[in-house]
């Protein structure tokens, strides 16, 4: 028995150290908090990590996902291929262009999008597939760049929790037309809210500044209809601390990962697959419970280990995209997607866990293999 008396392990722990306050603080006794200077060294720095891709920074994943789809001109009459097991954000970006959102089935090992289902999915009215890296793991790129390319279609990543993931050595973010990121406080770094835009695309990097901007580059001169989707210098001083910690704190988490998926033992618990040649940087660790998963997370809520499903309801039975489907009689067939909204559970993996944290969790789970 875990003592009664230990912490909880809480499911994601999100950092603002010392120096994140310092950096915040510094930027705000300047009284030049608006995008500048450290919007601008946060997009280069973030660069190195998406293979020197042009990088756009803005004021949250969503954001970056609709300008995003906005710069590759995607919408009304256009489709957009999308998982349903993933956050709403993915979806929503669609929707919010004016166009159809699509959804194609996951594969049960990477929790990604399927090829096949990726290529069945596609209709004369197609304009962009957008894979999620979800939990970390890179969606099939290799594949799905390859369908995109033969039906001349964009490639629009959610890489909002996969910062610094790959697949053969490249990283997410700089397979497709675009790469979208995340710096919500829970993604594996932060910069309190923010987003980023990947491109190797110059005219695309370009019209996405102008997007954030309202239209303009010269101030008063705009040249297109732009919405105010800008990152302040306070969020970009933030994130920079945070992307100077990056590397290491991967590392932590692969370890944790490492140490979890050697010693979780339970018959009846299935820990990640990592596909061949894939670098998955676990956002998110998640098992399959096979059995009453409301009973296994009630345990380990028990015993003092934080978990938490990601996600319980897949996006195409939101409300949003539920009722109108219902209204058309149009009905997806998304086997792989209900079972793992019915199967999964997300463990701590975060770099603040401790050996004791982790011996704490395995011990957890294993009990679960007697009681289930
Ligand atoms: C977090 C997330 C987003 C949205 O990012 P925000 O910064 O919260 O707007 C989009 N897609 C996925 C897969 C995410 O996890």
């Known amino acids: ?32 908090v608006v995008q500048g200077p450290e919007v601008a060294a946060f997009e280069e720095g973030f660069s190195e990590f998406v293979a020197g891709r042009h990088c756009v920074a803005v004021n949250s994943g969503t954001s970056a996902l ?26 929503n970006s669609v929707r919010l262009v004016g166009a159809d959102v699509v959804f194609a089935d996951i594969d049960p090992d990477t929790y990604c999008l399927s090829p096949a289902a990726v290529e069945a999915a596609i209709t004369p009215r ?105 990152m302040t210098d306070v969020s970009a001083a933030v994130g920079r601390v945070q992307l100077a910690k990056l590397p290491g704190w991967t590392d932590r988490r692969i370890a944790n990962a490492a140490y979890l998926s050697e010693h979780i033992t339970a018959a009846n618990v299935v820990t990640p697959v990592v596909a061949e040649g894939a670098r998955h940087i676990y956002h998110q660790y998640t098992i399959r419970v096979r ?4 009973a296994a997370m009630a345990q380990l809520t028990g015993a003092g280990v934080g978990n938490a499903v990601y996600y319980p309801t897949p996006i195409h039975r939101l409300k949003p995209y539920w009722e109108p489907d219902q209204k058309a009689g149009r009905h997806w067939d998304l086997p792989e997607t209900e079972r793992a909204a019915a199967e999964v559970v997300s463990l701590p993996v975060h770099p603040s866990l401790t050996e004791g944290d982790l011996e704490r969790i395995v011990t957890a789970v294993n009990a679960l293999g007697e009681t289930l």
């Not at 009664?4 to 030049?32: C, D, F, H, M, Y």
């Not at 001109?73 to 979806?91: H, K, L, T, W, Y």
């Not at 695309?201 to 996405?208: G, M, S, W």
């Not at 059995?291 to 409301?294: A, C, L, S, Y």
């Open 1 to 32: 028995m875990p003592s009664s008396n230990a912490q909880p392990i809480p499911a994601a722990r999100p950092v603002i150290g010392e120096e994140e306050i310092e950096a915040a603080v510094r930027v705000l006794r300047s009284g030049r």
């Open 66 to 91: 609709h300008l995003l789809l906005m710069a590759l001109g995607i919408g009304p009459g256009d489709e957009v291929v999308v998982p349903s097991f993933s956050f709403a954000a993915s979806a």
């Open 291 to 294: 059995g009453d998963r409301d």
């Open 126 to 230: 197609t304009a962009a597939i957008m894979p999620v890296h979800l939990y970390g793991h890179p969606a099939a790129m290799d594949r799905i760049t390859e369908i995109a390319d033969r039906h001349k279609l964009a490639v629009v990543e959610d890489a909002c929790q996969a910062h610094a993931a790959a697949l053969h050595g490249t990283p997410v973010g700089a397979f497709g037309s675009g790469g979208t990121f995340s710096f919500y406080p829970t993604k594996n770094m932060h910069s309190l809210e923010g987003g980023m835009v990947s491109t190797a695309d110059a005219e695309i990097a370009r019209t996405l500044r102008l997007l954030r901007n309202q239209g303009m580059e010269q101030r008063y001169a705009n040249e297109i209809v732009g919405a105010n989707m800008r």
